[in-house]
């Protein structure tokens, strides 16, 4: 399964921003998908995840309402719509798919390349 992370860019603090999540030949509504990010010189991060139904989210603990996950099925695409961005906020996003909404990096099988959001002024 090939996933693939596209929306990034750059975007002001306090802006937003909506990653999409897609997987061309592959149905993704049979998986959980996980986004995680990962900064310069530190280790990939939990960022959320739902689960193959949409039923289910879960978030990092630094999300605090700015960001959301769904999913549209019919599409075959996952969103991560993020909001009021911080510079912290800065670092390559990724898209993964697994058996279940995880938030370990070991728990998904797949992965996509990422996409870079910068967040700057």
């Known amino acids: 399964v090939q996933l693939q992370a596209f929306g990034g860019g750059l975007v002001q603090p306090g802006g937003s921003l909506r990653l999409s999540c897609t997987s061309p030949?592959?149905?993704?509504?049979?998986?959980?998908i996980g986004w995680f990010r990962q900064a310069p010189g530190k280790e990939r991060e939990f960022v959320g995840a739902?689960?193959?139904?949409?039923?289910?989210?879960t978030y990092g603990s630094f999300v605090k309402n700015r960001l959301t996950i769904s999913r549209d099925n019919a599409k075959n695409a996952v969103y991560l719509q993020m909001h009021s961005l911080k510079f912290e906020d800065t670092a390559v996003y990724y898209c993964?798919?697994?058996?279940?909404?995880?938030?370990?990096?070991?728990?998904?099988?797949?992965w996509g390349q990422g996409t870079q959001v910068t967040v700057s002024s």
């Open positions: 993964a798919a697994g058996s279940y909404a995880g938030l370990e990096v070991r728990e998904y099988d797949y």
């Open positions: 030949g592959h149905t993704l509504s049979q998986y959980a």
């Open positions: 739902i689960s193959a139904s949409g039923m289910t989210e």
